[in-house]
């Protein structure tokens, strides 16, 4: 009986936290780039500086009409937005947000291709999105999103062996375990590595030529609408906190801070992820748009190389204290 | 190799007496599950070979290859499954997508996916199934895995493995990858040489290849 309900307190809390901090991120990022760009963002939803604006558009999105292109794929078409959106849940029981056994939904071994590899399928959900929607936009976005995800995966797992050839272990929890906080200095081209490409992953300026509004009309999503459209959106936002969460973990050290006991490491955890998160909203402000092929040059000829220095740092490294 | 071998033996063996109180008529709830996800599979690979639309087929080779790596979740080989759903799934799947919206990926009944080899290409894929399933068969015949031990598939058992018994095939291969890496770049390389305006710096590997020209590398 404990054990059930055990389970079913992680599966709660993991469910709200997938519902609510995804919406806290899309607020901080209305609030954050309106006072960097001199505006006040929502001020009227909810009375307090509009903190309930995100609702609203949620409850708007609810209401709208749910539109499949008559010459569209249909039954790809409307798959697509949860493709997306479910492998973000799973990643998230995974994340370490406390030290030990019950600091994690769910614990698996291999915690760290676990990650990636669910994570990459994410995008099979706007690939899905951009080839069924019969639009040439659509399927120009979707080409570019293959075609970033197939520069980026490269650098990001290199990036994240580098952090498991350090710990010896490729658990999420086994790499917290062994963290020290001179991994930070030794980690940190890595941990640049994995941040941009995680960015690039996820579509976010100055990587987001795939869903370029201003060319190819948002790309993969130009023909969705109401809830399906939200689920796209929501992905975006849980991606932003599972990239977070993950570089905390395996970079950051996750729960371990300079004060405060094993019982408040989930404070450090999310407080660094809050950090990272502000980061992502940051360099969305005040980066341009990459041009394409500006994307692949930097993914091949800066990141990858980058992350083979690292991986070689490492191992020498390893040998050494060794 | 040797090592593996004798103790593949021995686990047969020692299981061997298990197989005896441990029939296929009773199966346990793990037994149940891989049937059903090797149904799933199976009719996900037919369906991949057999759907007239050829974005519907990368798709369903998404279905096929996710339901292998639960069998090999089940398996208890955790480290493989996941690298079964980053590789396959993640890459080269997204790569098949990649290839197919950049050349044709109509959306819609393709006539010309009906290839007159049909016949032939349904005779290979039966000898090589067969091949494979005789081979899988004969080596594992009474090996059973033991759910209640110790984890036999996990990152830690794997790796060893590897790096102990494995690690001359595991060399091999990454040299037969490295030699594909580099042979992709020289090929993209000269189809760019070939260009009026580019220098001339890729002329000493030009010796044969440049004959064939871009049609003939493909």
């Known amino acids: ?291 394409e092929d500006q994307l692949q040059e930097l993914a091949w000829t800066i990141l990858v190389p980058l992350a083979l220095a690292q991986i070689a740092l490492t191992g020498i490294v390893k040998v050494a204290i060794q | 190799m040797t090592a593996l071998t004798t103790a593949a033996l021995a686990t047969a063996a020692r299981s061997a007496d298990a197989v005896q109180h441990r029939g296929f008529l009773s199966p346990t709830g793990v037994e149940i599950v891989f049937l059903l996800v090797g149904l799933v599979t199976v009719g996900a690979a037919v369906l991949t070979v057999t759907t007239r639309q050829l974005v519907h087929a990368a798709l369903w080779l998404v279905v096929a290859l996710g339901g292998i790596a639960v069998e090999y979740l089940l398996l208890t080989a955790e480290f493989i499954a996941w690298v079964q759903v980053l590789i396959y799934v993640g890459s080269v799947v997204v790569l098949l997508l990649f290839g197919l919206m950049l050349t044709r990926a109509p959306i819609g009944r393709s006539p010309d996916t009906d290839s007159g080899n049909r016949p032939v290409a349904l005779a290979v894929a039966l000898a090589t199934a067969a091949t494979l399933v005789w081979v899988v068969v004969d080596a594992f015949r009474t090996t059973w895995i033991d759910l209640d031990q110790a984890v036999q598939g996990s990152t830690e058992v794997t790796g060893a493995a590897l790096f102990s018994s494995w690690v001359l095939p595991f060399e091999a291969l990454s040299v037969l990858l490295l030699a594909a890496l580099v042979g992709a770049i020289v090929l993209s390389r000269r189809t760019g040489d070939e260009d009026p305006g580019a220098p001339a710096s890729g002329a000493p590997a030009s010796g044969d290849g440049a004959t064939p020209g871009p049609e003939g590398t493909r």
């Open chain 1, 1 to 291: 009986m404990n054990d059930v309900l055990d389970v079913a307190l992680r599966l709660l809390v993991l469910l709200v936290a997938f519902l609510v901090l995804p919406l806290v991120v899309g607020q901080a990022e209305h609030k954050t780039m309106a006072h960097m760009q001199g505006r006040l963002g929502p001020m009227y939803a909810g009375g307090f500086h509009g903190w309930a604006q995100l609702m609203a558009d949620g409850v708007k999105f609810v209401q709208k009409e749910d539109i499949v292109p008559a010459e569209a794929d249909r039954r790809v078409f409307q798959l697509a937005p949860a493709v997306a959106l479910l492998p973000y849940l799973l990643v998230l029981a995974v994340l370490p947000v406390g030290p030990g056994e019950s600091g994690s939904g769910v614990h698996v071994d291999a915690g760290v291709f676990f990650v990636l590899a669910v994570m990459g399928v994410g995008v099979l959900g706007s690939l899905m999105g951009g080839w069924a929607s019969a639009n040439k936009y659509s399927l120009l976005g979707g080409l570019r999103t293959a075609a970033q995800l197939l520069a980026y995966e490269l650098p990001m797992l290199l990036a994240a062996a580098s952090v498991a050839m350090a710990a010896g272990t490729v658990s999420l929890s086994g790499i917290l375990d062994g963290f020290q906080w001179w991994w930070l200095p030794w980690q940190i081209v890595g941990a640049v590595v994995f941040f941009v490409a995680g960015l690039a992953e996820l579509q976010r300026p100055p990587f987001d030529m795939p869903v370029a509004d201003s060319e190819i009309i948002f790309g993969a999503y130009t023909e969705y609408t109401g809830l399906r459209f939200a689920f796209f959106l929501l992905a975006e936002y849980a991606g932003i906190v599972i990239l977070c969460g993950l570089t905390t973990v395996l970079f950051l050290g996750g729960w371990h801070g300079p004060w405060g006991g094993d019982g408040l490491g989930w404070v450090w955890t999310l407080l660094k992820t809050a950090v990272l998160a502000f980061v992502v909203i940051w360099l969305r402000v005040s980066f341009p748009r990459m041009r």
